[in-house]
């Protein structure tokens, strides 16, 4: 079955440390991936998208994430996050048409 | 602002009902997606439209329809609705059909069944 887990529910951080969201897909000959973040009261905003070539993509507001097609893994990084950063943030799997969300993971960003 | 809006913004309504949510694209974009987000199912892709016609189905109930218009607003009708149909409904649209293209989120539509 096509499913995208996201292992850590919460990730409390401090302000200007570095994060990892974790995120592993079910394998697939093809599948496009996607991080997104939400905050309160808004709808989704891409952040990056992995569709095909270098496995190391850079997004938006700092972040980026590294395809790993051996480990199934698609983490989002970030060096150095900032209050405004803090967020509810969903990894995504594209396969075929059909489109698959993991659960999410809240950052939660602590000066 | 992501050029996608969404009415209404909120919805109370109660068992049984059948309510309609709208959805305007961005202009130019030509796709349409509907998605659930519950604290249940978490985010859930319903239905896509291309240009009016139905291009991809996700996990929509059969309680469930959508339509895409020729001036390329949507609408997402539930009926026969039941508690667990409360949720946050999402629409998004993209210039194209595909995962290359980006989709561009609604501020959502909130509805609460009694």
């Known amino acids: 079955a096509q499913s995208v887990t996201q292992l850590d529910s919460q990730v409390p951080v401090f302000e200007e440390a570095p994060v990892e969201l974790r995120c592993n897909y079910s394998?697939?000959?093809?599948?496009?991936l996607f991080w997104y973040v939400q905050y309160p009261n808004q709808g989704l905003q891409l952040l990056l998208k992995?569709?095909?070539?270098?496995?190391l993509v850079k997004g938006i507001n700092g972040f980026e994430a590294e395809f790993n097609k051996s480990q199934t893994s698609f983490h989002l990084r970030k060096p150095s996050v900032h209050i405004s950063d803090t967020a509810e943030y969903f990894c995504?799997?594209?396969?075929?048409?059909?489109?698959?969300f993991g659960p999410g993971t809240r950052l939660s960003v602590l000066p | 602002d992501s050029g996608v809006t969404q009415t209404p913004k909120h919805l109370i309504t109660a068992t049984g009902q059948r309510v309609t949510l709208r959805c305007s694209p961005r202009s130019g974009d030509l796709s349409v997606y509907w998605y659930q987000q519950s604290l249940d199912q978490g985010l859930q892709f319903l239905i896509q439209?291309?240009?009016?016609?139905?291009?991809a189905k996700g996990n929509i109930l059969e309680r469930f329809s959508a339509q895409q218009f020729p001036d390329l607003h949507s609408e997402l009708n539930l009926s026969s609705l039941e508690l667990g149909d409360s949720a946050l409904y999402f629409c998004?649209?993209?210039?194209?059909?595909?995962?290359?293209?980006?989709?561009?989120f609604g501020p959502g539509t909130r509805l609460t069944v009694t």
């Open positions: 995504a799997a594209g396969y075929g048409q059909n489109f698959v």
């Open positions: 394998s697939s000959v093809s599948v496009y």
């Open positions: 439209y291309y240009n009016g016609e139905e291009r």
């Open positions: 998004a649209s993209s210039v194209g059909s595909g995962h290359s293209y980006e989709q561009y």
């Open positions: 992995y569709l095909s070539g270098s496995t």
